[in-house]
């Protein structure tokens, strides 16, 4: 798994769009990114998952340059709900199902939403 | 959507004895699932894949004789820590991938078991 750096913390207003940028720039040629969210207390969930350009769900959206180096997680207009931590992971999935499917995460960004 | 129950939610336990919890796939099966630690402020930490019909794979530095693991069935691994100590003192949350998921990246997670050793 390539190793990434987020910010550790951010801090947003409701009904601002959050912007959580995740830096890999060993990122290998099969390697996919992928976000998951943690509330406080909880197990994470699986938000999005993209390779290249821009990847959008009801969630979420997910901006990968060409260069595959960064990524950047994207909320719109949040709210208090959406306070969390925001981990982004990088690995080639092929890779990981024959290696069991085992996750490693990184530090995660906290995203602390105020009204 | 997958999901996955653990069971106890929160435990609290005197030092010395043993606590178990079960991490179960409701509605899928899961050929492998994985038990993560995670303390306050901090990360998840991979403790160990637990594979159904065979020993788990524990990560470097767990201890496997304090952690045991048994994965008895497609829908049930269990985590027994045996002796607990205060340091074991921990959120412990499981995760599972739906056999028929292929490559892809998705893993369930439970809602987690908070243990307290006094």
């Known amino acids: 798994l390539a190793k990434t750096t987020q910010p550790i913390s951010m801090d947003s207003y409701e009904g601002q769009e959050v912007n959580i940028t995740c830096s890999h720039n060993n990122i290998a040629t099969n390697d996919y990114i992928t976000w998951y969210q943690q509330f406080p207390s909880q197990g994470p969930r699986f938000i999005i998952q993209?390779?290249?350009t821009k990847v959008t769900n009801e969630v979420a959206s997910l901006f990968i340059p060409a260069d595959r180096k960064s990524s950047t997680l994207s909320l719109p207009r949040v709210s208090l709900s959406d306070t969390a931590v925001y981990y982004c992971l990088v690995g080639d999935t092929l890779q990981i199902y024959n290696q069991g499917g085992k996750l490693i995460f990184g530090q995660g960004t906290e995203l602390s939403v105020k009204p | 959507g997958a999901v996955v129950s653990q069971h106890p939610s929160r435990v609290i336990c005197k030092s010395g004895t043993s606590v178990k919890i079960e991490c179960r796939s409701l509605?899928?099966?899961?050929?492998?699932m994985f038990w993560y630690r995670q303390f306050p402020k901090k990360s998840l930490m991979l403790m160990a894949t637990s594979n159904e019909g065979s020993k788990a794979t524990y990560e470097q530095g767990v201890e496997k004789d304090k952690f045991l693991i048994n994965h008895a069935s497609l829908t049930l691994s269990t985590l027994t820590v045996t002796s607990a100590h205060p340091e074991d003192s921990s959120f412990y949350i499981c995760?599972?991938?739906?056999?028929?998921?292929?490559?892809?990246?998705?893993?369930?997670f439970g809602p987690g078991t908070r243990l307290t050793v006094t």
């Open positions: 509605d899928f099966q899961a050929t492998t």
């Open positions: 993209g390779y290249k």
């Open positions: 995760s599972a991938r739906d056999q028929r998921a292929g490559f892809s990246y998705e893993q369930y």
